[in-house]
């Protein structure tokens, strides 16, 4: 089976930036990575299809493979598509395709397993597992009593159940056929031809599909949900010597071999840890006490943590650089001490 993910948009809802795809990751990756990272697939399984304007421009073949590995098929198209559903269309053409394959947005990451099966199915959730979601930009399904899906519409909420933009499908040759006879008739639709609406032509001609319920479902189809998404995670560039532990000295005591760490910052950092946030540990130590320092962390319960040595005792500054794919203040600053009871909640707290 083959994963294909779409990525001939013209992200109008990402103004003045790149491809969103393309928009680098909290590990400096594209989206794209982290939208499939939580499937399991082979390498050589993943196809990416993308326009031949943005491979020329942003060298995106070197790059996918350099993120990828060397396997990743590409499929550059030489004009833009109309719909979601032509560019899978191309891209079964380009490669010939004749095994099954799993469609999936560029825009949003899930949790599936064993993706390969012998049914066409439609990666699904629940309205209700969710606080706030844009139920405007979503497909929603009805179900029969074993998961079956008996109706699939567009934009129109008729259920809570509703498509995370997975799609498999047993059959390339089906799947090209209720596409050409869908689209010979585009006086009818009058819009996008998505790929829900070929679903639910295939199904009213008795080809089945069923439902898989998916977990860990994070979704960036605007800006804004993208931006809350980086912003959930945060980097913590944080004192080791008098915040972490006490703070001590090369030459006079307490020399850096007795100090002891403080208990309140510990816990804060391990609960900040605990939220996914990153801590990068910044010390006044020569990187001649490195190997100590690891230790010492490494007892106080954060081993191979980042620790940044050589720093100097001064005001410390933090300058960084407002960007398109950045719209959040990127810095703040706290000056906290170290044994506040309520430190945690303070660190957490920050805006």
Request: glycine share 4%.
């Amino acid at each position: 089976m083959k994963v294909i993910v779409p990525c001939c948009g013209r992200s109008s809802r990402y103004p003045k930036q790149p491809p969103k795809w393309m928009l680098p990751s909290h590990d400096g990756r594209p989206m794209l990575a982290l939208a499939v990272s939580k499937l399991q697939f082979a390498p050589e399984d993943l196809a990416v299809v993308i326009l031949r304007e943005h491979d020329e421009l942003y060298h995106v073949t070197r790059g996918l493979k350099e993120v990828f590995g060397p396997s990743l098929r590409v499929v550059a198209l030489d004009k833009p598509t109309v719909s979601q559903a032509e560019t899978v269309v191309r891209a079964l053409e380009s490669m010939s395709l004749d095994e099954p394959f799993l469609v999936k947005d560029s825009d949003n990451v899930f949790e599936l397993n064993d993706l390969e099966q012998e049914y066409n199915y439609v990666c699904v959730d629940s309205l209700n597992n969710y606080d706030a979601i844009n139920p405007r930009n979503k497909s929603y399904l009805q179900l029969d009593h074993k998961g079956v899906v008996t109706n699939i519409r567009e934009k129109m909420v008729i259920s809570d159940t509703f498509s995370v933009g997975g799609y498999y499908f047993v059959s390339p040759p089906q799947f090209m056929e209720f596409y050409t006879q869908l689209s010979a008739n585009t006086a009818a639709w009058q819009r996008e031809l998505y790929i829900s609406d070929i679903i639910g032509a295939m199904i009213l001609e008795g080809i089945p599909f069923r439902a898989r319920t998916i977990t860990a479902y994070q979704d960036w189809g605007t800006v804004h949900e993208w931006r809350a998404a980086l912003e959930a995670r945060k980097t913590f560039f944080m004192l080791l010597d008098g915040f972490l532990f006490e703070r001590g000295s090369e030459f006079l005591r307490p020399r850096f071999d007795e100090v002891q760490p403080i208990a309140e910052s510990v816990e804060a950092v391990k609960s900040m840890i605990a939220h996914g946030h990153k801590p990068i540990f910044l010390s006044i130590r020569p990187s001649s006490f490195a190997e100590l320092t690891h230790r010492q962390l490494e007892a106080a319960g954060f081993e191979g943590q980042q620790v940044v040595f050589d720093c100097p005792i001064s005001s410390w500054v933090l300058v960084t650089a407002p960007h398109a794919t950045l719209p959040f203040q990127t810095s703040h600053s706290l000056e906290l001490p170290p044994d506040d009871p309520n430190l945690a909640e303070k660190i957490l707290g920050l805006r």
